[in-house]
C-alpha cells in the first residue's frame, strides 16, 4: 500500500472519495460496538463462576483463627488473605492489607489522606501547602489523572519510554522542588502501552532522593499477572526501596478485578510495615472491617498465589487471539500507509495507536458516528491535553471476535480517512 506522504492531491482526492464511500457503508449498518475500557469478556468472567459455588449456607466461615467472617472485625483483612495477595504481590502478609473491591478506589483514599491527615514522616498534611504536583508518566491512565484533579493536585507531564518513566527528569524535578510529592506508575504492563519497567528504571525510582521528605511513589500494580504474548519479570519496589535506604517510600495497589469479578472481587496494599501500621490508624476512622466472606471465597478458589498465576494464564489464552486480531487489522489495512503507527503490548489490556498528528480527537469522532465507541482521546494525558493528538487506547477484551472483527474494520477505514483529510488540510 502506497504511504499516504508519497501520494499526489489527485491521488489523495482519489483516496479520500474511495474511504469516504467506505465509511458510508459502514454507517448503514447501525452498528452499535464497545472498546472504550478494557472490561473482561464474558468468556474470561466465566473461568470465576466456579467461586461462587465454593461457599453456601452450611459452610464454615471462619477464618484462621476462628474469625467468623459474617461479622465486624480484622480491619487488616483475614490472616489467609492477607498471606495470598501478600505471595502475589511479593511482600509479606504484615505488609499487607486486603480491603474491599476497588484498588482505585483505595488510590483514591490514600490520596485524600494524605492531603488531609499527610503521611508517615510528612511535616504537615500535603493540603496544607500552597501547591501539590504530582508526576504523571505519558501516555498514562486516565483514572489516575481524574484522582488528581478532583483533589487540586497539579499534574506533571514525563515521558513514559519502553522500558519505564524518563528517569533523568524524574531525579531532577523530584530533587529540586518540594511540592513534588509523589508519582503515579503502572509497572506492568504499563497502561496504556503495555511494557514493563526495566530493573534500571525500578532501581533509580526507588533511588530517589526527593527534596519531599514525604514523597510517596504510587505503584498501581494492576496488571502484574495480565500478560498476553510475553510474561516479563518486574523488579519488587518494596525490596529495592529498602535497599535503597526507602523503606517507606512505595505504596503497592493491586486487585483481583481483572481475574475474577470487576465490581466483586479483592483490592489489597502493599507498602512497609511502618507504613501499614501508620495505614491503619487512618483506617480506623473510615472503616470497621471490610467484606470478608469475598476474602475467604477467593482463598478458597485460589488456595495459594499459584492458583492466581494459572487463573491469569486462563485469561491471556482468551486474550490473545483477540490481540492477535487488532494487531493483524492494523498491519493489513493500515500498515504501509503512514496513518499512524501501534504498539504491541507484553501484556495488560490494551493496544496504543499513534495516529498522524492533529488525527486522534477526529479519529475517534468518526468511529462514534459509524458506531463504535472508544476512550475520548486525550485521556492518555493529564487535563485530556495530548498535545500531539496523536494516543488512541483500543481496549481488544470485550467484544466478541465478530464485534472484535467489525471494530476494527470501522477503525481502520476512520484512521486511513483522519490522515487522508490531514494531508489535504
Given at each position: 500500500?502506497?504511504?499516504?506522504?508519497?501520494?499526489?492531491?489527485?491521488?489523495?482526492?482519489?483516496?479520500?472519495?474511495?474511504?469516504?464511500?467506505?465509511?458510508?457503508?459502514?454507517?448503514?449498518?447501525?452498528?452499535?460496538?464497545?472498546?472504550?475500557?478494557?472490561?473482561p469478556?464474558?468468556?474470561?468472567?466465566?473461568?470465576?463462576?466456579?467461586?461462587?459455588?465454593?461457599?453456601?449456607?452450611?459452610?464454615?466461615?471462619?477464618?484462621?483463627?476462628?474469625?467468623?467472617?459474617?461479622?465486624?472485625?480484622?480491619?487488616?483483612?483475614?490472616?489467609?488473605?492477607?498471606?495470598?495477595?501478600?505471595?502475589?504481590?511479593?511482600?509479606?502478609?504484615?505488609?499487607?492489607?486486603?480491603?474491599?473491591?476497588?484498588?482505585?478506589?483505595?488510590?483514591?483514599?490514600?490520596?485524600?489522606?494524605?492531603?488531609?491527615?499527610?503521611?508517615?514522616?510528612?511535616?504537615?498534611?500535603?493540603?496544607?501547602?500552597?501547591?501539590?504536583?504530582?508526576?504523571?508518566?505519558?501516555?498514562?491512565?486516565?483514572?489516575?489523572?481524574?484522582i488528581?484533579?478532583?483533589?487540586?493536585?497539579?499534574?506533571?507531564?514525563?515521558?513514559?519510554?519502553?522500558?519505564?518513566?524518563?528517569?533523568?527528569?524524574?531525579?531532577?524535578?523530584?530533587?529540586?522542588?518540594?511540592?513534588?510529592?509523589?508519582?503515579?506508575?503502572?509497572?506492568?504492563?504499563?497502561?496504556?502501552?503495555?511494557?514493563?519497567?526495566?530493573d534500571?528504571?525500578?532501581?533509580?525510582?526507588?533511588?530517589?532522593?526527593?527534596?519531599a521528605?514525604?514523597f510517596?511513589?504510587?505503584?498501581?500494580?494492576?496488571?502484574?499477572?495480565?500478560?498476553?504474548?510475553?510474561?516479563?519479570?518486574?523488579?519488587?519496589?518494596?525490596?529495592?526501596?529498602?535497599?535503597?535506604?526507602?523503606?517507606?517510600?512505595?505504596?503497592?495497589?493491586?486487585?483481583?478485578?481483572?481475574?475474577?469479578?470487576?465490581?466483586?472481587?479483592?483490592?489489597?496494599?502493599?507498602?512497609?510495615?511502618?507504613n501499614?501500621?501508620?495505614?491503619?490508624?487512618?483506617?480506623?476512622?473510615?472503616?470497621?472491617?471490610?467484606?470478608?466472606?469475598?476474602?475467604?471465597?477467593?482463598?478458597?478458589?485460589?488456595?495459594?498465589?499459584?492458583?492466581?498465576?494459572?487463573?491469569?494464564?486462563?485469561?491471556?489464552?482468551?486474550?490473545?487471539?483477540?490481540?492477535?486480531?487488532?494487531?493483524?487489522?492494523?498491519?493489513?489495512?493500515?500498515?504501509?500507509?503512514?496513518?499512524?503507527?501501534?504498539?504491541?503490548?507484553?501484556?495488560?489490556?490494551?493496544?496504543?495507536?499513534?495516529?498522524?498528528?492533529?488525527?486522534?480527537?477526529?479519529?475517534?469522532?468518526?468511529?462514534?458516528?459509524?458506531?463504535?465507541?472508544?476512550?475520548?482521546?486525550?485521556?492518555?494525558?493529564?487535563?485530556?491535553?495530548?498535545?500531539?493528538?496523536?494516543?488512541?487506547?483500543?481496549?481488544?477484551?470485550?467484544?466478541?471476535?465478530?464485534?472484535?472483527?467489525?471494530?476494527?474494520?470501522?477503525?481502520?477505514?476512520?484512521?486511513?480517512?483522519?490522515?487522508?483529510e490531514?494531508?489535504?488540510g
Amino acid at each position: 500500500m502506497k504511504n499516504y506522504q508519497e501520494m499526489t492531491r489527485e491521488e489523495l482526492r482519489a483516496e479520500q472519495a474511495r474511504l469516504t464511500q467506505a465509511y458510508s457503508q459502514l454507517q448503514a449498518k447501525g452498528l452499535k460496538l464497545n472498546m472504550a475500557r478494557g472490561k473482561p469478556g464474558a468468556d474470561q468472567l466465566e473461568l470465576s463462576q466456579p467461586m461462587l459455588d465454593v461457599m453456601s449456607s452450611r459452610s464454615n466461615c471462619l477464618s484462621e483463627g476462628g474469625v467468623d467472617c459474617r461479622n465486624y472485625g480484622e480491619l487488616l483483612g483475614i490472616p489467609e488473605a492477607r498471606r495470598l495477595f501478600g505471595d502475589y504481590m511479593g511482600v509479606t502478609p504484615e505488609e499487607t492489607i486486603v480491603l474491599g473491591s476497588s484498588s482505585l478506589t483505595f488510590m483514591y483514599d490514600c490520596m485524600a489522606r494524605a492531603m488531609l491527615l499527610g503521611v508517615l514522616g510528612g511535616g504537615r498534611p500535603w493540603g496544607k501547602y500552597d501547591k501539590v504536583k504530582f508526576l504523571c508518566p505519558v501516555p498514562g491512565y486516565d483514572r489516575h489523572f481524574t484522582i488528581c484533579e478532583t483533589l487540586g493536585i497539579e499534574m506533571i507531564n514525563v515521558p513514559l519510554t519502553e522500558w519505564g518513566p524518563d528517569m533523568d527528569l524524574v531525579e531532577r524535578l523530584t530533587a529540586e522542588d518540594e511540592t513534588v510529592k509523589g508519582i503515579w506508575c503502572v509497572p506492568k504492563y504499563t497502561n496504556p502501552l503495555g511494557g514493563s519497567y526495566s530493573d534500571e528504571a525500578v532501581r533509580r525510582l526507588a533511588g530517589l532522593k526527593p527534596k519531599a521528605k514525604d514523597f510517596r511513589i504510587f505503584w498501581d500494580n494492576a496488571y502484574a499477572g495480565h500478560h498476553v504474548y510475553e510474561d516479563t519479570p518486574v523488579l519488587n519496589i518494596l525490596d529495592e526501596c529498602k535497599k535503597a535506604g526507602n523503606p517507606d517510600m512505595a505504596y503497592i495497589f493491586g486487585s483481583t478485578s481483572k481475574i475474577t469479578f470487576p465490581g466483586a472481587g479483592v483490592a489489597f496494599f502493599g507498602a512497609s510495615k511502618a507504613n501499614v501500621d501508620f495505614t491503619a490508624k487512618q483506617l480506623a476512622a473510615q472503616a470497621i472491617s471490610w467484606d470478608k466472606i469475598n476474602m475467604l471465597r477467593h482463598v478458597l478458589f485460589f488456595q495459594n498465589a499459584d492458583g492466581i498465576w494459572a487463573q491469569l494464564d486462563k485469561h491471556a489464552a482468551i486474550l490473545r487471539p483477540k490481540f492477535d486480531a487488532v494487531l493483524t487489522a492494523l498491519e493489513d489495512k493500515v500498515g504501509g500507509t503512514g496513518a499512524g503507527a501501534w504498539v504491541k503490548p507484553k501484556g495488560g489490556y490494551f493496544v496504543t495507536y499513534i495516529a498522524m498528528p492533529g488525527c486522534a480527537k477526529r479519529i475517534v469522532a468518526l468511529c462514534r458516528e459509524a458506531g463504535l465507541v472508544l476512550t475520548d482521546a486525550g485521556a492518555t494525558h493529564p487535563y485530556h491535553k495530548d498535545p500531539d493528538d496523536s494516543y488512541i487506547r483500543i481496549a481488544p477484551s470485550f467484544p466478541s471476535p465478530q464485534e472484535l472483527a467489525a471494530a476494527m474494520e470501522i477503525f481502520c477505514v476512520c484512521a486511513r480517512l483522519a490522515a487522508v483529510e490531514r494531508l489535504l488540510g
